[in-house]
């Protein structure tokens, strides 16, 4: 790695964190593929074990000695500065000690990630970077082999994301799917029965359909407020509610994709 250390903000490299936001970064030109940020140590080190490349460092003097050891094979800047300067460059302070600038990698073909699974998630148009964070997070804890998100929902890779997830986001496999109109083939090609957690009248609660769960399952969310789209329900081959009380009808999609794992997980 190259140590260098920033006393002003000209260096054209220092662009990447540079009050951008994470639209921006996945437009950058070079590389193709764009880039994305990860912040704190302990994030950098999973997209690194995750084989994810970096393209430079940002952080404090006092956190040099924990990021040497994780770059020891990458010949890449290291920018260092003094708080408020990167403060300044950022707009944000470095409270969890460094942003790396990551390529972002290619996304895998969805039946390439279906092939050996058993559990994995969809998520349709969820726009809150909190809540696909946390349903990363539930998935990696609970058993779940990948997270499959439409073409609409919100970026795993953003920042908060990222956070949120505790660095899930980088070892949990996931990609984008194509319209329903070809997702529910690929889906049912693979073998997989699709579950969505919606409210119906016809809905099956959940402790009922998982005594009979079949071996390879898509559980299904959809968006906060709306919920799921005609089209993903048309595509789902059953309808499944969490069981509420006290006249709450639902939970947070977060929350309710913990439940659901939890009873769907893999006996």
């Known amino acids: 790695m190259q140590v260098i250390r920033i006393t002003d903000l000209d260096d054209g490299r220092l662009d990447d964190y540079a009050r951008l936001t994470d639209v921006a970064l996945r437009r950058v030109s070079e590389p193709a593929g764009g880039l994305y940020i990860a912040e704190s140590t302990k994030?950098?080190?999973?997209?690194?074990?995750?084989?994810?490349?970096?393209?430079?460092?940002?952080?404090?003097?006092?956190?040099?000695?924990?990021?040497?050891?994780?770059?020891?094979?990458?010949?890449?800047?290291?920018?260092?500065?003094e708080p408020a300067l990167l403060e300044q460059l950022t707009g944000f302070h470095l409270h969890r000690g460094a942003l790396a600038a990551m390529h972002r990698p290619p996304l895998a073909d969805p039946a390439e990630l279906l092939a050996d699974a058993r559990r994995v998630v969809i998520l349709e148009d969820i726009v809150d970077h909190t809540n696909v964070g946390a349903i990363f997070r539930s998935v990696a804890g609970l058993g779940a082999d990948a997270v499959l998100i439409t073409p609409r929902c919100a970026d795993?890779?953003?920042r908060r994301s990222v956070r949120v997830s505790m660095g899930t986001v980088l070892q949990v496999p996931w990609t984008r799917l194509p319209e329903w109109d070809v997702a529910s083939g690929v889906l049912r090609d693979a073998g997989f029965e699709t579950a969505a957690l919606a409210l119906a009248d016809d809905a099956v609660d959940l402790d009922t359909y998982a005594r009979t769960a079949p071996e390879r399952l898509a559980i299904l969310l959809g968006a906060e407020g709306d919920g799921l789209s005609a089209s993903a329900l048309a595509a789902a081959d059953t309808i499944v509610t969490i069981p509420m009380l006290h006249g709450v009808d639902s939970l947070n999609v977060a929350s309710a994709s913990a439940v659901a794992l939890w009873e769907l997980r893999v006996r």
């Open 43 to 81: 994030v950098m080190e999973r997209a690194l074990r995750a084989g994810h490349r970096p393209r430079s460092v940002l952080l404090q003097e006092k956190w040099l000695e924990d990021v040497s050891p994780l770059l020891e094979d990458h010949d890449v800047p290291v920018f260092v500065g």
């Open 156 to 158: 795993p890779l953003y």
